[in-house]
């Protein structure tokens, strides 16, 4: 007992400032990404954002939120596939109500905060195993990775976005050619393409945290990626709908943008990618004193709205009201 407690303190400890260190990275980012936005936004006044807002059609924000519903409905996709990758299938109208929920909060809270503790919730009450769920959850991330990386090595490699000059180190202290995410997009087709190959060429079974995972089949997880490549093409599509026609831009432009601004969330895991989002899309589509500058902020304000606040409003008020059901079923 006494060689036991001292070699868990350091354990302890350990975890206790990592996730001091992942709250100081998470508010540095976002700090980080006010202080952009702030930069970016100085010269704009709150009214002409405002009037940004204002000019925002409403037949264009009533396609923002059709389209949006589309891609929610797409959605369902990851987790019908996912229920046969388990070998747990359930009824359809059970997966389109967690599917909703889920990624309704995940969008919102951070795939690590929303996804997996909703899911557990809703997919353990509909009779799945915490090993099911767990494969579940980890089949879903790497379909959405695999699925992002097509869709975005394909639309980098045709249609590449510069990158921000807020991203470019000084040409005075180190001259560098134009950059584009085009080798970048070469490395995601590179990655799709070993994925497909090891779901098709590989059989047996590896282990993990001591139990067993098996690539799904290669027909499931081709129909896995091109669900999330067809998400991915829809939710990119909610932010085009909405810009104005003055600016224009391309719907593969809008594509390669939004990408890119995705890949930064992503990468620094920030819940729904408040402000870095923005801060991205505005350097891209907006540089330097763009006229349209107070429009796309007024854009942004609403495709944040529409895409992120009003699924995520809808969702809690379907869970509220699923957890009131279940609590009335339960005998008392």
């Known amino acids: 007992m006494a060689d ?4 868990a303190e350091p354990q302890t400890g350990f975890k206790k400032y990592w996730h001091w260190l992942r709250v100081f990275v998470a508010v540095s980012v976002i700090v980080g990404a006010g202080w952009l936005l702030y930069k970016q936004l100085k010269n704009v006044g709150a009214e002409t954002i405002l009037d940004g807002i204002r000019h925002v059609p409403v037949w264009k924000i009533v396609l923002a939120i059709g389209l949006t519903a589309l891609n929610y409905l797409i959605l369902v996709g990851y987790d019908w596939a996912a229920t046969r990758y388990v070998q747990h299938p ?88 134009e950059l584009s995410a085009r080798p970048l ?48 093409a829809v939710a990119s599509s909610v932010l085009y709908a909405l810009l ?25 895991h920030i819940p729904g990618g408040v402000g870095v989002f923005e801060a991205v899309v505005i350097a891209l589509l907006a540089p330097g004193n763009s006229p349209h500058l107070g429009e796309l902020a007024g854009v942004l304000i609403v495709y944040r709205a529409v895409y992120y606040l009003l699924p995520l409003l809808t969702a809690s008020l379907a869970l509220v009201g699923h957890e009131i059901w279940t609590l009335r079923k339960k005998p008392v």
């Open 244 to 268: 104005p026609p003055e600016m224009n831009v391309s719907m593969p432009m809008a594509m390669s943008v939004y990408l890119m601004a995705m890949v930064v969330v992503i990468t620094l």
């Open 90 to 177: 359930l009824k359809l109208g059970r997966i389109a109500f967690a599917s909703f929920i889920c990624y309704a909060m995940s969008h919102n809270f951070g795939w690590i905060i929303g996804g997996p503790a909703s899911r557990y919730r809703l997919y353990s009450a509909a009779g799945l195993t915490t090993l099911e769920i767990v494969k579940l959850v980890t089949i879903l991330a790497v379909a959405y990775w695999i699925g992002f990386f097509a869709l975005s090595g394909l639309v980098f490699v045709v249609w590449p976005p510069d990158l921000p000059t807020e991203l470019r180190i000084d040409p005075d202290v180190f001259q560098l050619p």
């Open 185 to 232: 997009g070469m490395v995601f087709i590179l990655a799709v393409c070993l994925y497909l190959a090891a779901t098709a060429l590989r059989r047996a079974p590896f282990k993990l945290f001591g139990h067993e995972f098996s690539l799904p089949p290669f027909r499931l997880s081709l129909f896995m990626v091109m669900i999330a490549m067809l998400d991915i």
């Open 4 to 7: 036991s407690t001292p070699a």
